[in-house]
Nanobody
């Protein structure tokens, strides 16, 4: 069984720079991609950033230049460094990963439980 466990977030002042972490655990063969989505109150979930096992990254336009995604393949962990936060970044942030549990099985998508990030003074 695979689990994604997130940490970080909470109440952050405008302009703050928190870092989110997400560790995958369980029966894992490989993780081709990991990333972060977010969902603000009353809005649809949206992509924030993704990163492949090779280090290729993709960002939403709204966070380019402010957020940085990275991963530690040895620890099956993805990070999201967030800088220059503003109120529009307030949302529940969800970690996700595409994971092979073995080479015999097709990959599945897994989600973390979500972590709240609130930007407020």
């Amino acid at each position: 069984q695979v689990q994604l466990v997130e940490s970080g977030g909470g109440l952050v002042q405008p302009g703050g720079s928190p870092r989110l972490s997400c560790a995958a655990s369980g029966s894992i063969f490989s993780i081709p991609a990991m990333g972060w989505y977010r969902q603000a109150a009353g809005k649809q979930r949206e992509l924030v950033a993704t990163i492949t096992s090779g280090g290729s990254t993709n960002y939403a336009d709204s966070v380019k230049g402010r957020f940085t995604i990275s991963r530690d393949n040895a620890k099956n962990t993805v990070y999201l460094q967030m800088n220059s936060l503003n109120s529009e970044d307030t949302a529940v942030y969800y970690c996700y990963a595409i994971i092979y549990i073995s080479f015999r099985h097709a990959p599945n998508e897994y989600w973390g439980q979500g972590t709240q990030v609130t930007v407020s003074s």
